[in-house]
């Protein structure tokens, strides 16, 4: 409260203020109206007023009655002087010339944005581009992208080659606020994440703030990326059009009245769906955007921006020719798009500016799938009505200036919902997570001042708040930042800063989407935390026109977003259980050095970046490396100007390997059944190895035939990974060797580093009988690729099988020996077992020493009634199973076994088998009659087939290493899910040891 009252007096303050003096506003501009920021203002009367424009070209100054000298000066453009009688509120506009002797070298696209401008500042940790200088970088197809050159700058991590996230300072690619005129977008990629959503015959400049944020922003941990489109009155229609390889774009603007009101209007839409028909494919995918913007100037002192943006991912294969589907009944559609509306309402008061922003931002997709009598339909859907209100002051008493104000945004989400009809809904039920509605709020202030001639200081402080689910979080976000001027060219600087983020996006570790959902944080998903410090030193050195800047920083963040090892995310509604919170830090090292003036431009920059994380639950708790600590990152960017018609560019990118988790081993699992075996993964730990480095270089020329003409064009040619260099995306294992995945046309041999040796285990497997015979298989543990699933299963057992082991069973006292029954097997038939008694195996070998395990006997619950019969549709036969038990009081867990004999009794694959396995917990039907039916997928069945059915109540723990099993077996997405090390109860070993009395069922299909 006294917060909100101290905000309103400032308020009311800035009205109040100083109301004897007389203000003097105006806006400087090009000779095409374009706005000129950090223009240097000079107002002399009795003493000399100083001051820079914003980023609109505005600037204003209290001045008193009487005679002014006023002078404004810009590099690349002719001083402006004039002298006047100042007698009441005065507003102008200022029409900057270009300087003579500089127009072979200066082509006015958009507004100045100069990241030396911050030498003057308190800012660090940003950087800043034009429209001019991300249009002149060489990228594939001719598509300029926003994306692409940020992951240039220092600080930035990309993802996976070619994918749009941005991992920034050891964050996540969850934790950037990326803005378009001020509305958040969600997702930043076309084409599977290959191009951004951005069109950049739109872009005015882009601003990425990776650390020492203003006040004004949050919500997010890691970096704001403001992306700003043209805002400036055109003087005259101009139409600008591109067609590239992979899209064409149209752009229009329009005066209405000059001055006073405009238009644009930019589509594109990509056609790779007809390219790829030259080379006699179907590819029914395109994508398309659409920009628009209305501007209206109602008075020299207000001003109103309309800006829309809509664009959307297609696919549909329902357009495809039907024989390229084999004449099935198949079809696939698939929508993903963003919409945003922003209305913006600029106003110059006499002793400060406000601005009001009303937003609406739209994220969904749908995915609908059908395959004969089988449907499948996806939805998810994020959609935020937000306002903010910021007021600026830029005088105050001549040395501080204030920027407060306060913003609220309205998440809607509706996360998963699917809708499945047909066989398929056996594995995968119509559900949908519960909607939810958040409301997040914020109050900020901020002060600039000028301490001394040489120290500069900037404090803030933002108030955040989520209310959701009945919940209510609240974090204070201090922020503030120094600068020293150690000389006219030299600055020290140091920030700290604290965010928080209300709202996550559920993504699997493993393998990123464009169907990643964002879901608000909830009673038992916190608020994520970081706090950074950094400090830096800038120098400029105008004879060269060169900025070099050179940082540190330390970041602390809580309550990550993780996810427990094995998550499977990939049409899950229940994605909640399956995530972690936790810890992390990142540090690093930051170098640019940037040429933003003559006929040579670019930049150079290099990242030296260690990102950690820690969860409890993952990784046996010990910190671990984050997936994309790409340790160095490098790159090199050139634009020349060889004349006025022709102009090169260069981008050498070098950058480290990303880290994996790989398979180094795995072990034999006998069925429940005892017939057939898996093969269970053994992962090395989180992210413990490095794929190999990898650089790649761009080239590309621009031609301009005629440059001075009204009617101009220009032709665009490059070469995308000049000499073909493949960037690895990960591993996959098999039998005969490592496979590495690359990008790139010629894959070639690259190192990977760092993997393990696994040290092999003696692994456990037990199967108790109906006659009460306890059967336990001994082996060990192998390499990842000693065997695969077409491996000979007599001589996989003959390898890894221990004889010659001496396996004990305790119990009370009493020790019984388990003879050797040969090819690493034990049993005992003659063995008196309690239900409900603790029981300890004990097995000791020459080869890998002694291992131990206890468990507790489950009581047999048999069936109350079972049957198996055959399932036949239009194109498949399954075995339907229906059953009932009755449930005893207590939690309890139970697994169905369906294991399929042919006709001939032969099972044909050993390593593959045929055992179904159904998981159940009697969470709802507790002492109750437990009653389902189920049809066994994946299997085809005939007419006179034997079934054996076998149901057993079996340990929590063993239920939860047999889930991880069947999902590893059965899930959809079992190839997006997260690397899993199985829980074991062996001591020291692999496998489990679960003793439980089955009771079984012969059927004969009819």
């Known amino acids: 409260m006294r917060l909100l009252i101290f905000f309103l007096l400032l308020i009311f303050s800035l009205f109040t203020a100083n109301a004897q003096q007389i203000r003097m506003s105006g806006r400087v501009v090009d000779s095409l109206l374009m706005p000129l920021s950090s223009a240097h203002v000079f107002c002399e009367q009795q003493k000399k007023k100083t001051t820079t424009t914003n980023s609109k070209g505005d600037f204003f100054v209290e001045l008193n009655q009487g005679l002014v000298k006023l002078e404004i000066t810009y590099t690349g453009y002719k001083k402006f002087s004039a002298r006047f009688n100042l007698v009441r509120d005065t507003t102008l506009q200022i029409v900057l010339q270009t300087a003579a002797e500089e127009l072979e070298e200066v082509t006015i696209t958009a507004n100045r944005t100069l990241q030396s401008d911050q030498f003057q500042t308190t800012r660090m940790s940003t950087n800043s581009l034009s429209g001019k200088e991300i249009s002149s970088i060489p990228v594939l197809g001719g598509e300029a992208d926003v994306i692409k050159t940020i992951q240039l700058l220092p600080g930035v991590t990309k993802g996976a080659d070619g994918t749009t996230d941005l991992f920034v300072r050891g964050g996540a690619a969850d934790q950037n606020l990326v803005l378009l005129d001020g509305a958040p977008v969600y997702n930043t990629g076309h084409l599977f994440g290959f191009l951004s959503v951005f069109n950049p015959d739109v872009l005015d400049k882009v601003e990425s703030i990776n650390g020492a944020f203003p006040a004004e922003y949050g919500g997010r941990l890691s970096s704001i990326l403001d992306v700003t489109s043209r805002s400036s009155f055109p003087a005259r229609t101009q139409v600008k059009g591109n067609i590239g390889l992979l899209a064409s774009r149209l752009m229009i603007e329009q005066p209405i009245l000059k001055d006073k009101l405009s238009f644009t209007l930019a589509g594109r839409r990509t056609y790779v769906d007809q390219v790829v028909k030259l080379v006699g494919q179907d590819l029914p995918y395109f994508f398309y955007d659409l920009n628009g913007k209305i501007l209206y100037r109602p008075n020299p002192n207000s001003r109103l921006e309309f800006t829309f943006y809509e664009g959307n991912d297609v696919l549909s294969f329902s357009n495809v020719p039907r024989a390229s589907l084999r004449n099935r009944n198949i079809t696939t559609d698939f929508v993903l798009g963003n919409s945003t509306q922003t209305l913006r309402w600029d106003r110059s008061y006499r002793k400060f500016n406000s601005t009001v922003s009303l937003y609406r931002t739209v994220f969904q997709y749908s995915i609908r799938n059908t395959y004969q009598e089988n449907s499948l339909y996806v939805t998810s859907r994020i959609e935020d009505f937000g306002g903010k209100w910021v007021v600026t002051s830029d005088s105050i008493h001549n040395r501080v200036s204030i920027t407060a104000g306060m913003e609220m945004i309205r998440h809607q989400v509706a996360p998963n919902r699917i809708t499945t009809t047909g066989e398929i809904s056996d594995i995968l039920k119509s559900n949908s997570s519960l909607p939810q509605t958040s409301l997040e709020s914020s109050l900020f202030l901020q002060g600039n001042a000028s301490i001394t001639k040489r120290l500069n200081a900037s404090v803030g402080l933002r108030t955040s708040s989520a209310y959701v689910d009945q919940t209510f979080y609240y974090n204070l976000e201090p922020r503030f930042s120094l600068r020293y001027k150690l000389d006219s060219v030299t600055a020290l600087k140091f920030s700290f800063s604290r965010m928080s983020q209300y709202l996550h996006r559920v993504s699997s570790a493993a393998v990123a989407f464009p169907t990643d959902i964002w879901y608000p944080v909830t009673r038992n998903v916190k608020p994520q935390t970081a706090d950074q410090v950094a400090l830096g030193v800038q120098r400029t050195i105008p004879e060269r026109n060169l900025f070099v800047s ?445 003793l439980h009395v089955p009771d079984a069922r012969i059927f004969v299909l009819e």
């Open 550 to 994: 050179i940082e540190g920083y330390y970041k602390w963040m809580h309550q990550l977003i993780g996810y427990k090892e094995g998550a499977s995310l990939l049409l899950n509604v229940d994605f909640e259980k399956q995530l972690v919170q936790g810890q992390g830090r990142a540090y690093g090292l930051e170098v640019l050095i940037k040429k933003e003036s003559g006929k040579l431009t670019g930049w150079l920059s290099y990242t030296w970046a260690v990102a950690e994380r820690q969860y409890d639950a993952v990784n046996g708790g010990q910190w671990f490396l984050a997936r994309y600590d790409r340790r160095h990152n490098a790159a090199l960017v050139l634009n020349y100007q060889l004349s006025k018609k022709w102009s090169l560019s260069s981008v050498f990118e070098f950058i480290s390997g990303s880290r994996f988790t790989p398979i180094i081993g795995q072990y034999v699992v006998p069925s429940p059944t005892l017939v057939g075996v898996d093969l269970i993964p053994v992962y090395a730990s989180a992210n413990s190895v490095k794929l190999a480095d990898t650089h790649r270089l761009d080239i590309g020329a621009k031609f301009r035939p005629h440059p001075n003409k009204k009617f101009q064009g220009e032709w665009f040619a490059g070469v995308y990974n000049v000499y073909n260099r493949a960037s690895p995306i990960g591993i996959v294992i098999m039998p005969n060797g490592v496979c590495v995945m690359l990008s790139g046309c010629i894959p070639s041999p690259l190192a990977v580093e760092g993997i393990e040796q696994l040290k092999p285990k003696i692994v456990i497997s037990t199967q108790l009988a109906p006659s009460g015979s306890l059967i336990v298989l001994i082996t060990k543990s192998i390499g990842a690729l000693d065997a695969g699933r077409g491996s000979d299963p007599q001589e996989l057992i003959s390898q890894i099988a221990l004889d010659s082991a001496e396996v004990l069973l305790k119990h009370d006292g009493t020790t019984d020996v388990l003879p050797d029954l040969g090819n690493g097997l034990y049993g005992n038939v003659n063995l008196n077992l309690v239900p409900g008694q603790f029981y300890e195996l004990v097995v000791k070998t020459k080869e890998l020493g002694e291992v131990s395990a206890v468990t507790q006997l489950k009581g047999q619950v048999p069936f109350s009634s079972v049957n198996a019969s055959l399932y036949n549709s239009t194109y498949d036969s399954l075995a339907q199973i229906n059953y009932s038990l009755q449930d005893p009081q207590g939690p309890n867990w139970y697994m169905i076994n369906v294991q399929k004999y042919s006709q001939a009794n032969q099972i044909t694959s050993y390593l593959n088998p045929r055992v179904f396995t159904r998981l159940v917990r009697d969470s709802v039907y507790d002492g109750k009659v437990l009653q389902e039916e189920f049809k066994v997928l994946f299997r085809k069945f005939s007419k006179g087939d034997t079934v054996a059915v076998f149901l057993s109540n079996i340990s929590e723990e063993y239920y939860g290493f047999l889930k991880a099993r069947n999902d590893r077996r059965y899930n959809l997405s079992a190839f997006a899910s997260e690397p899993l090390n199985f829980n074991s109860n062996v001591k020291g070993g692999l496998g489990y040891f679960n």
